[in-house]
């Protein structure tokens, strides 16, 4: 058990109020007492747990990720020794519940980390992101009870859990999927058969939501979820891709050639998977936005720190420039920007109201500023920050994935152009 998940669960959780006023002003509305107490905040204000957890993770990422982060990109690899420290950090169960080995902290906490990990390596931020965000929510709120006490506290201590909805020829498109299941001759279980492509953490997972087609007769209403194991016969981890950024990270092809499951590895009811499918990755598309605003952070302060510190010409350090410092200034307002919209997304989505405009808006936004800062952070350091020496063209080519996966930038903004039109159509 970490220091930290023990520190942590001494803290009070929610939303730190403010003393009440001692007196309240003469306008006070009864009826408003109760929202008298809470001073606002700004958007990106943390609970004391969060903050704690911030340091933490900054502390952890910054000793003993840092020193393996150029490696792992070079060899393409997630550092086998890294992945243990994750589970003992908690953060591989940062929402999952004590009972089951968990943190047990809320969705605004996950995010921090998130982002903190994203500053120093955006790969193992994936990783950890898609393991929080994407399956243990799945297990947290679709899957039986039996399903949960099977697989939570594997997920919070020691398996990675991928989450395999994209195919060869459904991406954008996603419940155009083509992998079927069927019913066992006695009824007893599903089987799978098809393909998947482009799943995050399949080469260290040993746990896989996989969704299917169990009534193909019936479209997209036919999708349904299961549990996949590593090792199941037919299952099979089949090619791992070659990347422009996030190398460490594994992205990999998976077939399934009639692969029997137990009838209980159905996640909750069948032919409700897209529906599943959807709600989640309304949710996912926070982690990301996250792991985007860490990143343009960590790049811009990988460059801030060269130009202010580091490299002189004309006499000058570069940051001393007129020209170099509006630039930089800029940069930082729009990353604050971007935080001002994750953070907004976060809290709307904990006060129980609808966020999926808040959360596409939170994610396209802080994709395109993590394009835009860490590829003028490569211009900044000039050729030190195009070389393979520091992580300046790291972020850079890290930062491309932002616009494509849970959904790819134009996704995001017909998300937004249908909600906005339903709003204003009269
Ligand atoms: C590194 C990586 C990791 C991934 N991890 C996972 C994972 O863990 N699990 C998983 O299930 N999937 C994963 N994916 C898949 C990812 O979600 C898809 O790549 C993404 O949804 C886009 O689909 P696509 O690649 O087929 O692009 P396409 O859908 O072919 O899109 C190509 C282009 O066409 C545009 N386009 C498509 N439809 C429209 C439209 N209606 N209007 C306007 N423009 C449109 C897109 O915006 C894009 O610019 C991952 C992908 C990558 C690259």
Redesign the pocket.
């Known amino acids: 058990m970490s220091a930290l998940r023990n520190t942590v669960r001494a803290l009070p959780r929610g939303l730190r109020l403010a003393p009440a006023p001692r007196r309240l002003p003469a306008v006070s509305v009864r009826s408003f007492s109760d929202h008298a107490e809470l001073t606002p905040t700004p958007v990106f204000h943390l609970t004391e747990t969060e903050e704690l957890l911030k340091e933490s993770v900054s502390r952890f990422a910054n000793e003993t990720i840092l020193p393996r982060v150029r490696e792992m990109d070079e060899n393409e690899a997630m550092d086998k020794d890294l992945i243990p420290q994750l589970f003992d950090q908690g953060l591989m169960g940062v929402e999952i519940e004590e009972k089951y080995g968990g943190s047990a902290m809320n969705f605004g906490a996950c995010i921090v980390a998130i982002e903190e990990l994203a500053r120093v390596d955006p790969s193992v931020s994936v990783l950890v992101d ?1 393991h929080n965000t ?1 399956v243990n929510t799945v297990f947290k709120t679709y899957a039986s009870n039996a399903l949960k006490e099977k697989y939570l506290p594997r997920l919070a201590t020691e398996s990675i859990g ?5 195919e060869p020829a ?5 419940f155009a999927l083509q992998t079927k299941a069927r019913k066992t001759d006695g009824g007893n279980g599903y089987i799978i058969s098809g393909q ?6 399949a080469a260290e997972a040993d746990i896989f939501i996989v969704f299917a087609n169990l009534y193909p007769e019936r479209g997209y209403k036919g999708i349904s979820a299961f549990v996949v194991e590593k090792g199941m016969p037919g299952f099979n981890i089949a090619k791992k ?1 070659k ?1 422009l950024g ?1 190398r460490a ?1 594994s ?1 990999c092809v998976l077939t399934f050639d009639d692969v029997e499951i137990p009838a209980e590895n159905l996640i909750g009811q069948e032919g409700q998977g897209y529906k599943y499918a959807i709600s989640i990755l309304n949710e996912g598309r926070i982690g990301i936005a996250a792991q985007m605003t860490g990143l343009a952070l960590g790049a811009w302060e990988n460059a801030a720190s060269y130009v202010w510190n580091d490299r002189k010409q004309f006499g000058k350090l570069i940051g001393e420039f007129q020209g170099m410092q509006f630039q930089i200034a800029q940069a930082r307002m729009e990353i604050e920007a971007a935080r001002a919209l994750l953070y907004n997304a976060v809290r709307t989505k904990e006060m129980g109201k609808g966020f999926v405009m808040q959360a596409a808006m939170a994610k396209l936004y802080a994709s395109q500023v993590a394009g835009k800062v860490s590829s003028q952070a490569v211009e900044w350091g000039g050729g030190m920050h195009f070389v393979r020496e520091g992580l300046a063209e790291k972020y850079f080519r890290d930062s491309k ?1 932002g616009a ?8 995001q903004l ?1 998300t937004i152009a249908k909600l906005l039109q339903k709003e204003y159509t009269k």
């Open positions: 898609v994407l991928s989450f395999c909805l994209s459904s991406g954008s498109d996603a998947k492509m482009w799943i995050t953490n891709e990347k996030i990270s992205t994935i494509i996966y849970e959904g790819t930038s134009n996704i017909q």
